[in-house]
């Protein structure tokens, strides 16, 4: 709100509880996959380039649309602030419990916080997991709620900031009762086997094959010959798998499963090892097969730094307002962002747009919606700024 001499106080509601970086989930989507509906317009210098506090880790828009448009940071240390249009910096202090949260902020701006205990509930009725990865984020669709469980050190590659991960996926398909509450239903874990493990923060659901089925696309991984892609149906059917890297403590970041073929082919989208020259692939099923072939690949792109648990730094929207979304991620040193569009032709992509930063990117790549269609960037920079690209 407005002071009286018109300096912009911050007042932001819901946000109740702490929001430490390292377990910071910003949802595009229910169900994990990294795809914004809309038109963005990430061309040339920024429309907006705020001085910011140091060492933020990540951002987000909140509601508000043409001069009253004003972005979260978070730092390094938990701390929240809130950038108000003009670059006006205030403070939320209402700090609670230190626990993993995801966040999800409507066109109205209100902003929803979400814990792996306290999610999942309806009717007053908590769904348990069985074992959950202690920062999981929690995906749902088709009427189903995922989580990573299993934490297991087999696997100590600790890309991710730790050496804790996931053996095993956790399906819960809640049921109605005639109260009309929702109570806990039918439960598959679906246990994945040794040596792998699952090498993420969090499952995703995609309709992989065009059944319009949502599927469970994770990152397995070994000591012995890397990570690779998997799909599975929600009773823990394999679908289809790539092939795997081949060396171990050698990782892939997935990065979404969305329509981006050149006629609209649904492919699984990912970055193969990001922190040594970065190949951004993309996969179809064949289903003759079982196999996700790459159709087509493009090098030195990085949707990670070494040791975060944000994995965040790429999307998938329609970056220039042609109607095709394009998948846009920063350069291996994170100093430009790149949209990237899929074509027939042999290597199969183009690049749609390009644009420096000016400095390394040290955050997620924020993507806010608004209420005319469009959508704004964001990023913030290693020279402490904030930069926003509004939509077209």
């Given at each position: 709100?407005?002071?009286?001499?018109?300096?912009?106080?911050?007042?932001?509601?819901?946000?109740?509880?702490?929001?430490?970086?390292?377990?910071?989930?910003?949802?595009?989507?229910?169900?994990?996959?990294?795809?914004i509906d809309g038109s963005a317009a990430l061309a040339g210098p920024p429309?907006?380039?705020?001085?910011?506090?140091?060492?933020?880790?990540?951002?987000?828009?909140?509601?508000?649309?043409?001069?009253?448009?004003?972005?979260?940071v978070i730092d390094g240390d938990g701390i929240v602030r809130?950038?108000?249009?003009?670059?006006?910096?205030?403070t939320i202090d209402d700090i609670g419990d230190d626990v993993p949260v995801t966040v999800d902020v409507?066109?109205?701006?209100?902003?929803?916080?979400?814990?792996?205990?306290?999610?999942?509930?309806?009717?007053?009725?908590?769904?348990?997991?069985?074992?959950?990865?202690?920062?999981?984020?929690?995906?749902?669709?088709?009427?189903?709620?995922?989580?990573?469980g299993g934490p297991t050190d087999r696997y100590r590659h600790g890309v991710l900031g730790d050496i804790l991960e996931a053996s095993t996926v956790e399906v819960i398909t809640p049921t109605t009762n005639s109260g009309g509450s929702s109570q806990t239903g039918a439960q598959t874990v679906v246990d994945i086997a040794e040596p792998d493990v699952i090498e993420a923060v969090s499952p995703m659901l995609g309709d992989v094959d065009g059944d319009d089925d949502l599927d469970v696309v994770l990152t397995l991984a070994n000591a012995d010959v890397g990570a690779r892609l998997a799909a599975y149906d929600l009773d823990g059917t394999l679908i289809a798998e790539s092939d795997p890297v081949g060396l171990g403590n050698r990782w892939r970041n997935l990065l979404a499963v969305a329509p981006v073929g050149p006629n609209g082919e649904i492919e699984v989208i990912d970055v193969l090892t990001p922190h040594i020259g970065g190949v951004l692939q993309f996969h179809r099923v064949e289903a003759a097969t079982g196999r996700l072939d790459r159709v087509a690949a493009t090098a030195e792109y990085s949707t990670h730094a070494i040791?975060?648990?944000?994995?965040?730094?790429?999307?998938?929207?329609?970056?220039?307002?042609?109607?095709?979304?394009?998948?846009v991620v920063p350069t291996?040193?994170?100093?430009?962002?790149?949209a990237i569009t899929r074509?027939?032709?042999?290597?199969?992509?183009?690049?749609?747009a390009s644009v420096d930063l000016g400095a390394r990117m040290t955050s997620n790549l924020a993507a806010t919606p608004r209420r005319n269609g469009t959508v704004d960037l964001a990023v913030t920079t290693a020279d402490d700024r904030l930069l926003v690209w509004y939509g077209s």
């Open positions: 709100m407005d002071d009286a001499d018109g300096a912009t106080t911050a007042e932001v509601e819901p946000l109740t509880v702490d929001l430490p970086a390292v377990s910071v989930h910003l949802d595009l989507q229910p169900t994990g996959t990294r795809v429309d907006l380039d705020l001085p910011i506090p140091s060492d933020t880790a990540w951002v987000f828009g909140l509601g508000g649309d043409g001069d009253g448009r004003r972005w979260v809130l950038i108000g249009p003009d670059g006006e910096i205030g409507d066109l109205d701006g209100r902003i929803t916080v979400r814990t792996v205990a306290d999610r999942n509930r309806a009717g007053g009725d908590p769904f348990q997991f069985v074992d959950p990865l202690p920062d999981t984020r929690v995906v749902e669709g088709d009427g189903s709620i995922v989580a990573l040791g975060s648990r944000n994995l965040d730094l790429g999307i998938v929207v329609d970056a220039d307002g042609d109607g095709r979304l394009d998948v291996q040193d994170r100093s430009r962002l790149v074509v027939g032709a042999d290597p199969g992509i183009v690049t749609s």
